[in-house]
């Protein structure tokens, strides 16, 4: 062993000149490459891609970090370890922006031409696709970029569309007219999954709809009145006697003069309005399933654009969805068909990417059959051949998997795989197979694209170049991901795996937290509360940002962030720091020898090692049972309370010992522990563990701690007499320097300190001396309490300090006496508050618990100060 020269550590620890350095040399050594190895293991995990346009969020940072850390704790652990990035096309994303920016420019998309447009689609994917993944090294990740891929490679892209050839001529694949939800500002169809719903304040209209034949008519309440223009029935209830009479009558629907049938129908609810419904089959999913029942006409009133198109009265044609609203009520109410207008509160779904209502809409698409693919994706799940962590998502799995529909594939874009169908110029008969027709002049290809999702969903297996590498690496291990993913992607993996490779595609699911400011609310750009991590890394450095947002981020509950929480991290990593150059400083012109490790023992020695080995137990139990978040902290307490604040403290009087042997002897153990560490933290902390690890001994070109052994556990080093002894050290110490704090004792004056007690040796009362700045040290079972002294009682014994000579007795009391009474009026006050119901009952939430801790901490400061008082008499 031979540390470096102390001219080469920095007195203080500088991310930025370390990060890049360590992780250029990682890239350059290849490091995280990865190679089909029979005499290995392989962990796999295949990253969930980022689209190409994207930028790293906080979100990201967690997701990454977590597969970062699994990544480098197996390859450590001798797994031939890979972890494939990449990026996805993100069709709807991507084709919007370059859209914005052509209008920008003046120019029209369907102008110009589908193969144009996607040339500068092409060019701002070249321009802005390696943004993220640029950041993504910033943070460290150990990916293999050799193996980086696109969903629209050429072999990616082949994959794709042959799937799709394969399930069409399976007959999983069919072309139909459905009801959809249409994104009217993509002017695409979008899936269920893609449609979040908004609570919104709105109106519900009562409108008057005259029986024909009749004087009377029937009162409908809609929350669309602009659909009317579109209604082809009215529904009732079966049961409904108020309206029995008039079912197989007909009403005459105002504006349009069209007449509709009255129907009955079970769907509708007696309680809701006035128990009859407009129905318009073509604008709205359940009228759409009673327009089936009945044979109802299906009026479609739009364009891809949500205008009014030619099946609505002249008047009415080519107006936007809300004006055609607006002009609609008031023309009913010139013909006093409205009854009423209410106040209405009501979801309504808009587009996930859009940011626009969504339109249910009449369309013909392409659909994938999901219920043979689903059962066995659900199968694997219920019998553990999936886990899920936290479990709890299993629920939610099964209930969506257990009501799915048919899954609408095709989207009304340019930019991604362009569904292989052709169409016969004259007969429009269907060519489906995996190269063109050989007389393609005949022919015209379909125009839509696929969903995103219907590409991603073989990422598992076909980011793989070969079926030998598909053989060697598939299944991979573990998926890391957002829950609001679980059906878009999860859900169709775990289909395709089944389906295309018989077996799943991962063993394991960890689903993220959601970050949130401190707040509660959902980090975006409009909030601005959602901090560019860029800059956290500039600031902090990227391992105290990896650190922090894990160690902040239990499994399966939200993670409250905001930036200057990574001082914690930071302050990890400079706790690290400073104790390294302490060893090394301390090290230099030492002759080093593996030879002395087992010299010179003593029982700080075996209880450190105990410590570690009991810390490196329960880290591996940790991060093999997915508790990242308890891994970090059983880190952190043994490197900050037992390493650092403990074994370098009950070290220093050999440190400085003039014995070179024993000095040697105690910094080769405590070096080489040291290194083991960094293991430990290197997953979470990558820069600052290499830094270090190359610091503490010479290494040759080219290695790295990233690929040195993982320490293994050694039972027989646990030694829970050693764990005892130190344990009771620290009572001791810990019960001295709260005395010297309450009672206000100068750390540099020495002291007497009584102990009660038999148990203690002298090896213990040598290190309680030496490091609570004890002068007189009196232990016997038999002592009585000296006069003026405090006290205090540790593991069971009686421990005092004589305080006369140490301290001004009188002044003290005083002081003492003057601040129980300033916090006995401040407790009368908030306890005045608390006991108040109405101040309860209203006050914010958080103001009540404010005020609760502080009655809690001053009604402990209180008994504390008294015990004190009495001590002092």
Not at 27 to 51: A, C, L, Q, R
Not at 339 to 366: A, F, H, M, T
Request: some cysteine.
């Amino acid at each position: 062993m031979k540390v470096k020269n102390l001219d080469d550590i920095p007195k203080a620890y500088n991310p930025k000149e370390v990060e890049d350095k360590w992780y250029k040399y990682w890239e350059d050594n290849k490091i995280f490459h990865s190679e089909i190895d029979d005499t290995k293991e392989p962990y796999t995990i295949v990253i969930p891609p980022p689209n190409v346009t994207g930028m790293l969020h906080l979100g990201h940072i967690l997701n990454n970090t977590l597969q970062d850390v699994y990544i480098r704790y197996k390859r450590m652990k001798g797994f031939n370890a890979l972890w494939v990035p990449g990026t996805d096309h993100a069709s709807i994303a991507t084709e919007s922006k370059v859209v914005k920016m052509l209008q920008e420019q003046g120019i029209d998309k369907h102008k110009i031409g589908r193969e144009e447009f996607l040339k500068h689609c092409w060019s701002w994917t070249d321009k802005y696709g390696g943004i993220i993944i640029s950041q993504l090294r910033k943070l460290g990740v150990s990916c293999d970029w050799e193996r980086e891929r696109f969903t629209m490679d050429d072999r990616y892209y082949k994959s794709v569309t042959d799937t799709f050839v394969d399930l069409y001529k399976e007959g999983l694949i069919y072309r139909g007219y459905r009801m959809v939800n249409w994104d009217p500002a993509s002017k695409s169809a979008i899936s269920d999954e893609e449609v979040v719903f908004r609570e919104v304040q709105g109106h519900l209209w009562y409108m008057k709809y005259p029986i024909k034949d009749s004087d009377e008519f029937l009162i409908v309440a809609t929350t669309r009145p602009e659909t009317m223009l579109g209604d082809t029935g009215v529904a009732v209830n079966p049961n409904d006697e108020r309206y029995k009479h008039l079912i197989g009558k007909k009403v005459i629907l105002p504006i349009v003069e069209r007449e509709i049938p009255i129907f009955a129908d079970d769907y509708v609810d007696l309680e809701f309005g006035t128990g009859c419904v407009k129905v318009t089959p073509a604008h709205d999913v359940n009228d759409y399933a009673m327009g089936q029942r009945h044979k109802l006409e299906m009026i479609n009133i739009f364009n891809d654009d949500a205008t009014t198109n030619n099946n609505v009265p002249k008047e009415f044609v080519g107006l936007e969805r809300y004006v055609v609203r607006k002009k609609v009520v008031e023309t009913l109410q010139k013909l006093c068909a409205i009854e009423k207008i209410e106040d209405y509160r009501n979801k309504v779904g808009y587009s996930e990417r859009g940011g626009v209502p969504i339109e249910p809409y009449l369309s013909e698409q392409w659909f994938m059959k999901m219920d043979d693919l689903a059962k066995p994706a659900l199968d694997v799940v219920c019998e553990g051949k999936v886990n899920f962590h936290p479990n709890h998502w299993i629920k939610t799995y099964e209930h969506w998997m257990g009501n799915i529909r048919d899954w609408c594939i095709s989207r009304q874009l340019w930019w991604g795989h362009r569904i292989p169908v052709w169409y016969h110029n004259e007969t429009n008969e269907i060519y489906c197979e995996k190269e063109p027709p050989n007389d393609i002049e005949n022919y015209h290809q379909e125009e839509d694209v696929l969903d995103t999702w219907a590409s991603s969903w073989l990422w598992a297996q076909d980011v793989f170049d070969s079926e030998a590498e598909q053989k060697y690496y598939y299944p991979t291990n573990l998926l890391v991901t957002g829950p609001d993913i679980i059906f878009f992607w999860v859900a169709r993996m775990i289909m395709a795996g089944m389906k295309f490779m018989g077996d799943v595609p991962f063993r394991d699911v960890y689903f993220t937290s959601i970050i949130r400011d401190e707040k509660g609310r959902k980090m975006s750009k409009s909030l601005g509360n959602s901090p560019d991590p860029i800059d956290v890394i500039n600031n902090y450095g990227a391992d105290a940002l990896r650190f922090t947002i894990n160690y902040l981020a239990p499994l399966g509950q939200d993670v409250l962030f905001n930036a200057e929480q990574t001082e914690l991290g930071r302050n990890f990593s400079n706790k690290i720091w400073n104790a390294a150059r302490f060893l090394l400083m301390n090290a230099q012109e030492i002759e080093l020898s593996d030879e002395l490790i087992d010299k010179h023992i003593d029982f700080t020695d075996k209880w450190i090692q105990s410590r570690f080995q009991n810390t490196l137990q329960k880290f591996e139990t940790a991060l093999d049972n997915f508790d990242v978040n308890g891994a970090t902290k059983i880190i952190y307490h043994f490197v900050w309370n037992d390493f650092c604040d403990w074994y370098i403290e009950l070290s220093k009087n050999r440190m400085y010992s003039d014995d070179k042997e024993v000095k040697a002897a105690m910094l080769t153990r405590s070096l080489s522990l040291f290194a083991d560490m960094m293991k430990l933290i290197h997953p979470f902390m990558p820069f600052i563990s290499e830094e270090i690890w190359q610091l503490l001994d010479e290494r040759k070109d080219g290695e790295s701690i990233s690929t040195a052994e993982f320490p293994k556990q050694n039972l027989k080093l646990i030694n829970e007499d050693a764990e005892k002894e130190i344990e009771f050290v620290q009572a001791v110490v810990t019960a001295i320097r709260n005395i010297r704090g309450e009672m206000n004792i100068p750390p540099s004056k020495a002291i007497s300190v009584y102990l009660k007690s038999d148990t203690l040796t002298k090896v213990q009362q040598k290190y309680i001396k030496s490091i609570a700045r004890v002068e007189e040290l009196i232990v016997d079972v038999n002592l009585q309490k000296p006069k003026a002294s405090a006290s205090a009682i540790v593991k069971g014994f009686d421990l005092f300090i004589p305080l006369e000579g140490l301290i001004d007795l009188d002044v003290e009391r005083e002081r003492t006496e003057k601040e129980i009474k300033r916090l006995e009026g401040m407790l009368i006050g908030v306890n005045k508050k608390l006991s108040n119901e109405r101040f309860v009952n209203n006050a914010p939430k958080e103001v009540v618990e404010k005020e609760k801790a502080k009655q809690t901490d001053w009604q402990n400061s209180l008994s504390k100060l008294r015990i004190v008082l009495e001590d002092l008499k």
